[in-house]
């Protein structure tokens, strides 16, 4: 309320944007907190973000705004990249910083253990999911189940671990890059890799880096938005399509893109596509591109047929 008047302040309109904005999100933040702000700063009626990091982890947060967000499973399903510290010795509630100590352990390894520890990381692994996590049993987060302090039987997910290279160790302090598929919890490598140095750890730092293609070089934070002016922020945001970069592309001519927005299948044969989308045998998500070079949305391109899966509204307008 206003100090003079005390009448409510008048709210701003929101306005409909589409785009992708690279947040580095900070430490102490929730990624729902960290949506809502960023949703505020440029006034978009519609957002959403591409999987949570949480409040103790910073880094790549990729915000979708409008059509956008039509597009964010995409990156639900990408591998991740993050670094991430963890402290030999101490084992907690939470497997991270934020929870108690349950034990203690003395650190009897060096450099050359932990190099040959990762070794048995690397690829295919099977991980049991963390009691403090959102996955649920009978319709229940796991971490409620913890709070309470039950602890309920999980059975083991194969993850992919791509990549995982040491960057520093000065013990008892651990600090590595791993690349890893979806459904990754880093805070559980980090116990289990203690397990097998035969002392426990738990997670002290993780900042994410990469999700998919995309890095935090593009990134910026809630402060420097907040200091830009208003007027400048929308030069932050990415297009769309800088969520299938990945995706082959197909470009339409007029009579095409029209078809196409009616939801009309289309020959491929008779198209302009890209030299990495050469065998159609098999089906293959594409990006398509109007006669005007907008964005029409993305298909499935199978047998010579191009089979329209999802519109961006925003190009048939």
Not at 82 to 101: F, K, N, P, S
Not at 206 to 216: A, C, F, H, Q
Request: hydrophobic share 40%; proline share 4%.
């Amino acid at each position: 309320m206003t100090a003079s008047s005390g009448t409510p302040r008048p709210k701003l309109p929101r306005r409909a944007l589409d785009g992708v904005l690279l947040l580095d999100k900070p430490v102490g933040l929730s990624s729902n907190d960290a949506l809502i702000r960023a949703k505020r700063l440029f006034l978009a009626k519609k957002a959403g973000h591409t999987g949570t990091l949480d409040p103790l982890a910073s880094g790549l947060l990729p915000l979708c705004f409008g059509e956008a967000t039509k597009f964010s499973q995409d990156l639900l399903e990408a591998d991740k990249t993050y670094e991430a510290t963890m402290r030999l010795g101490i084992r907690t509630a939470t497997g991270d910083a934020e929870g108690e100590v349950i034990a203690t352990r003395d650190v009897h390894c060096d450099e050359a253990d932990v190099r040959r520890a990762l070794e048995n990381f690397r690829g295919e692994i099977v991980q049991v999911p963390p009691m403090y996590s959102a996955l649920k049993r009978d319709g229940k987060p796991l971490y409620e189940y913890a709070r309470a302090g039950r602890v309920v039987e999980r059975e083991g997910r194969r993850v992919t671990i791509h990549a995982l290279e040491l960057i520093a160790c000065a013990l008892p302090d651990v600090t590595f890059r791993v690349t890893c598929s979806k459904g990754t919890y880093v805070r559980t490598l980090a116990e289990d890799i203690g397990e097998a140095l035969g002392c426990g750890a738990h997670l002290v730092a993780l900042r994410r880096t990469g999700v998919g293609v995309l890095t935090l070089e593009h990134a910026v934070t809630l402060d420097a938005l907040s200091d830009a002016p208003e007027a400048t922020r929308d030069a932050w945001l990415q297009p769309v399509d800088a969520l299938l970069s990945t995706f082959a592309a197909v470009h339409l001519n007029a009579v095409a893109t029209k078809r196409f927005l009616h939801g009309q299948q289309l020959r491929l044969d008779e198209l302009t596509l890209d030299d990495a989308l050469t065998d159609t045998t098999e089906a293959s998500r594409v990006r398509v591109y109007g006669d005007d070079g907008r964005l029409l949305g993305v298909a499935n391109a199978r047998d010579g047929v191009l089979a329209p899966e999802r519109l961006v509204v925003t190009a048939a307008s």
